[in-house]
């Protein structure tokens, strides 16, 4: 996106911040591009911290706002995501706890987020912590998730993305993700160790490719946290680029006050301070993300 319709508005920084909020908010002519077919993508990366949840609440909102609409599943049962979306996760509250068991459909767990009517959520309560032990026992443990997410169970939600956020860990939840879809979104926070842990991570996912969901790929690569002040991150990023090629998106995520103090107010950053470069940042990621998923972008 050029910087220069900010331009003819006065350029000051209130006025460019004005115009951004004004993109975020009223995108009425800005809708995003559907996908060709529904997009199910995992965000997966087991460093806490990494800006996972933060990345998913954000892109699910930048999507739903620019008229596509979007399910956010929430497979950590820290609930963070649940939390920025403002879903009811009180313990008891029908979730992705009782739909791995069977107990209710996607659609009984499902809830919309006050922030956009095409932004829904099943939400993740505290039951969901012992969940990795119970579902060792269970039949099918790894392909559960799969089971639930039905094809006309989404139909019927209309939904044209899902994303599912995962802890922390590369244990059963996690694999439920990995065989409930094609795409893998790997946030990277762009510090010292953010490529530690990364092979570990590539490793599972050729696991669960080769014996469990051979159509799983690394479709996305999320720069987060970018501080432009550290000779650090200029590096982190460019050895990821280097790495990781085109799956990379060309949209970074910056390091911000205002998206770590959205999820204080129940709010993705689009929601709490749509002019923050923030926003706009995560607005941006959602774009490319879409447009490679449309019959303009790059085919998978
Ligand atoms: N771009 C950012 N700028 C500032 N803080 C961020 C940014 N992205 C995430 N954070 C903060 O960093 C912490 C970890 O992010 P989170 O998305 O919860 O990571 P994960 O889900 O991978 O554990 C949270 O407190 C979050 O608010
Ligand atoms: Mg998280």
Same mark, same amino acid.
């Not at 009782?98 to 939400?123: K, N, R, T, W």
């Not at 990995?178 to 795409?183: D, G, I, K, M």
């Not at 510090?191 to 050729?206: S, V």
């Given at each position: 996106?050029?910087?220069?319709?900010?331009?003819?508005?006065?350029?000051?920084?209130?006025?460019?911040?004005?115009?951004?909020?004004?993109?975020?908010?009223?995108?009425? &002519?800005?809708?995003?591009?559907?996908?060709?077919? %529904? %997009?199910?993508?995992?965000? &997966?990366?087991? =460093?806490?911290?990494?800006?996972?949840?933060?990345?998913?609440?954000?892109?699910?909102?930048?999507?739903?706002?620019?008229?596509? /609409?979007?399910?956010?599943?929430?497979?950590?049962?820290?609930?963070?995501?649940?939390?920025?979306?403002?879903?009811? +996760? /009180?313990?008891?509250?029908?979730?992705?706890?009782?739909?791995?068991?069977?107990?209710?459909?996607?659609?009984?767990?499902?809830?919309?987020?006050?922030?956009?009517?095409?932004?829904?959520?099943?939400?993740?309560?505290?039951?969901?912590?012992?969940?990795?032990?119970?579902?060792?026992?269970?039949?099918?443990? *790894?392909?559960?998730?799969? *089971?639930?997410?039905?094809? *006309?169970?989404?139909?019927?939600?209309?939904?044209?993305?899902?994303?599912?956020?995962?802890?922390?860990?590369?244990?059963?939840?996690?694999?439920?993700?990995?065989? &409930?879809?094609?795409?893998?979104?790997?946030?990277?926070?762009?510090?010292?160790?953010?490529? *530690?842990?990364?092979?570990?991570?590539?490793?599972?996912?050729?696991?669960?490719? /080769?014996?469990?969901?051979?159509?799983?790929?690394?479709?996305?690569?999320?720069?987060?946290?970018?501080?432009?002040?550290?000779?650090?991150?200029?590096?982190?990023?460019?050895?990821?680029?280097? +790495?990781?090629?085109?799956?990379?998106? =060309?949209?970074?995520?910056?390091?911000?006050? =205002?998206?770590?103090?959205?999820?204080?107010?129940?709010?993705?950053?689009?929601?709490?301070?749509?002019?923050?470069?923030?926003?706009?940042?995560?607005?941006?990621?959602? %774009?490319?993300? &879409?447009?490679?998923?449309?019959?303009?972008? /790059?085919? %998978?």
């Amino acid at each position: 996106m050029s910087p220069s319709p900010d331009a003819g508005l006065g350029g000051t920084p209130i006025a460019e911040e004005a115009v951004r909020a004004a993109r975020v908010l009223h995108p009425d &002519a800005d809708f995003m591009p559907r996908p060709v077919r %529904r %997009r199910i993508i995992t965000v &997966a990366n087991q =460093k806490g911290g990494v800006g996972k949840t933060t990345s998913t609440v954000n892109l699910a909102a930048g999507l739903a706002l620019h008229g596509v /609409r979007t399910l956010v599943i929430d497979l950590d049962p820290q609930g963070n995501a649940s939390t920025a979306l403002d879903v009811d +996760h /009180r313990s008891g509250t029908p979730s992705i706890y009782e739909l791995l068991l069977g107990e209710v459909s996607l659609v009984d767990a499902v809830q919309a987020s006050s922030q956009s009517q095409d932004l829904l959520c099943v939400p993740a309560t505290i039951d969901l912590a012992g969940a990795e032990i119970e579902l060792v026992s269970m039949a099918q443990r *790894e392909s559960r998730l799969k *089971e639930a997410l039905t094809q *006309e169970a989404l139909d019927a939600l209309g939904v044209d993305y899902v994303f599912i956020d995962c802890p922390p860990s590369l244990g059963l939840l996690t694999v439920n993700a990995l065989v &409930a879809t094609h795409e893998v979104l790997i946030p990277i926070q762009c510090e010292y160790y953010a490529l *530690e842990g990364l092979g570990q991570l590539l490793n599972n996912i050729e696991l669960v490719q /080769r014996h469990l969901n051979q159509s799983l790929s690394v479709s996305t690569i999320l720069l987060t946290m970018y501080d432009g002040r550290t000779k650090l991150a200029d590096q982190v990023t460019q050895e990821v680029r280097r +790495h990781f090629g085109d799956v990379v998106l =060309k949209t970074v995520i910056p390091r911000s006050v =205002k998206v770590s103090e959205a999820p204080g107010y129940g709010q993705t950053v689009l929601a709490y301070d749509p002019g923050s470069r923030g926003a706009m940042s995560y607005v941006d990621a959602a %774009r490319e993300v &879409a447009e490679r998923g449309s019959s303009k972008g /790059r085919q %998978r």
